[in-house]
């Protein structure tokens, strides 16, 4: 009974606070991005990508079960792939390329605005420093993923002319990973929080995650699109292109 | 020539500080070990293996390059192994069995020595916190890894009924293992140790690493053979028995 209410509590924070009803997504997936609103983001969300695996591999730091550990190592290993595919980095590489952008300026991180940066770095922390129980539970907006991607594939399929099946693949294979993923996470969020507070706890958690997530796309629609005042050492139309 | 000689210098760190100088390896490979000091030395030695991969997650949750990152995820699946076949901290247990003890008990780290546990988390945060060049190079006891190895398969063989192939894996399987690892640490060390300054870092932190490994022994020599005086809470003979 409480573990139906707390994943329906859980559930009703991504329905209130996740990122896909910040009015970015609804620009980009409509097809009303300019071209350099686009690189804005490929370039911005690169920082929030190449900190994922470091996320996780900071929560098997702390996570004394071999058991527990042995389940998280596929993200790094999704993310990190092998050292000739690749993973889920490399893959968002090429939509670096597909926009237009020098993958190698992208992968530098330069030019990423500093609250995304700040964002990223706090997730980060987060998983390292706060309670098991709230380092797991941070990692399940994935419950809201599979949907925006698909969100993602479809406009962006539509309305842009650099998407395709290559550029887009980081988002269709995150179709697959997340929910494996996200099941592992839910299952022990639901059993651990097994008090009143650790509910609290849990649902906190998310609600910190979903703002990591808001925040960047504030800083990214702040900078480039509305007032469109784009901070000092940020990226600038026209940098880092191909 | 810079290389060469810093090079040199690490090795003769391990052979003055390495934990095969201590007297404790003397009396356990020559056969000279009660069965109960076999088992003290599984025991605490367990909360080092036990740690080791936490201490490589650690290490990859700092580490930006996911070239880098691919390299040493490696070592922690080489320790945590698969759901089925487990890895290295499995092949540990199975020690645990041979020499009498409960498993269960090993694994659930009661009776480890305070000072070990000490050694051990300050192992883990110095890999977190320290520069790169230190993180990586106090990896390198590993190059002097495989010869204290190829004793003490030898040594145990020869002196102790529980001694077998199933039972001492861990230290066959570690025979390729580090070879493999070290390769890549010290070549990383070498070629970034580019300044006196620099060369310094990366011998301090070998220098580090080498009393992390010699501080755990001269606990259990304290604790369990000489003088033989067990600090509070810590192991006695006869407990956790299978």
């Not at 294979?173 to 022990?188: I, N, Q, S, Y």
Request: hydrophobic share 40%; net charge negative; with cysteine.
């Amino acid at each position: 009974m409480s573990r139906e209410s707390l994943e329906a509590r859980l559930r009703q924070i991504g329905a209130e606070r996740y990122h896909d009803k910040h009015p970015f997504h609804h620009l980009l997936h409509s097809g009303g991005c300019t071209p350099d609103q686009v690189r804005a983001w490929v370039i911005n969300r690169w920082a929030y990508q190449a900190a994922i695996p470091m996320k996780d591999a900071a929560f098997m730091s702390r996570c004394t079960d071999p058991a527990m550990r042995r389940e998280w190592r596929s993200r790094i290993e999704d993310h990190d792939g092998g050292v000739e595919e690749g993973g889920g980095i490399r893959r968002w590489l090429k939509l670096a390329e597909a926009v237009g952008l020098d993958p190698d300026f992208v992968a530098s991180g330069r030019g990423v605005l500093p609250a995304t940066q700040f964002a990223v770095d706090a997730y980060i922390r987060y998983v390292r420093d706060m309670p098991l129980l709230q380092a797991v539970a941070s990692s399940l907006t994935e419950l809201f993923a599979p949907k925006i991607h698909e969100q993602r594939i479809e406009g962006l399929l539509q309305h842009y002319d650099f998407a395709s099946t290559e550029s887009l693949s980081y988002f269709r294979k995150r179709l697959t990973e997340a929910p494996k993923d996200v099941a592992f996470g839910l299952e022990w969020v639901l059993t651990h929080a097994d008090t009143p507070e650790k509910e609290d706890m849990a649902a906190e958690a998310l609600i910190f995650k979903t703002n990591v997530l808001w925040a960047q796309l504030d800083a990214l629609h702040s900078a480039y699109v509305e007032p469109g005042r784009i901070p000092p050492g940020a990226w600038h139309p026209g940098e880092g292109l191909a």
